[in-house]
C-alpha cells in the first residue's frame, strides 16, 4: 500500500523485535514486547535523556528532531548502528538508509554529541 499524503517511512529504528525486545512487567505480569509500540516509547526517553544533557550542557532541548538527525547521520556516521537484517513485507532491512530501518538504531552517546554540534552549527 502507498500513500501520497502522510510521510511513511521511518528516520530511525529501535529494537522491535518481540524475541528480544524490552520486558516490562504489567500488574505482576512479566510481558515482552516488540514492534512500533515498543520502538517509540524507547525513542521518547533516549530523547528525554539527550534533552536533559543538551540543556546542562549549553544546548536547548531538540524540538523538531527529524533534521537534526540527518545532519548528525552526515556528519558522524557511527552515531547510528546500520541495520542490515530484517525484514516487514514489503521492504528489507540492507547497507545505509533504507526504507525498514531509517538511519538505524542509535549509539546515543556518539549521537548526543552530533546533535550538539549541530545545534551548535544552526546557531
Given at each position: 500500500?502507498?500513500?501520497?499524503?502522510h510521510r511513511l517511512t521511518p528516520d530511525v529504528s529501535a529494537d522491535a523485535d518481540s524475541e528480544t525486545g524490552v520486558k516490562t512487567v504489567i500488574a505482576?505480569?512479566?510481558?515482552?514486547?516488540?514492534?512500533?509500540?515498543?520502538?517509540?516509547?524507547?525513542?521518547?526517553?533516549?530523547?528525554?535523556?539527550m534533552n536533559q544533557?543538551?540543556?546542562a550542557?549549553?544546548?536547548?532541548?531538540?524540538?523538531?528532531?527529524?533534521?537534526?538527525?540527518?545532519?548528525a547521520a552526515a556528519t558522524?556516521?557511527?552515531?547510528?548502528?546500520?541495520?542490515?537484517?530484517?525484514?516487514?513485507a514489503p521492504y528489507l532491512a540492507g547497507k545505509g538508509f533504507d526504507l525498514l530501518t531509517g538511519l538505524g538504531t542509535p549509539d546515543v552517546a556518539v549521537l548526543v554529541k552530533a546533535l550538539q554540534a549541530a545545534q551548535k552549527a544552526g546557531s
Open positions: 500500500m502507498t500513500d501520497t499524503t505482576g505480569e512479566l510481558s515482552q514486547g516488540g514492534g512500533t509500540s515498543q520502538s517509540a516509547p524507547i525513542w521518547a526517553g533516549v530523547t528525554v535523556m544533557y543538551l540543556e550542557n549549553g544546548g536547548k532541548a531538540l524540538g523538531n528532531i527529524n533534521p537534526l538527525l540527518y545532519k558522524t556516521p557511527s552515531a547510528f548502528h546500520d541495520v542490515t537484517l530484517g525484514g516487514n
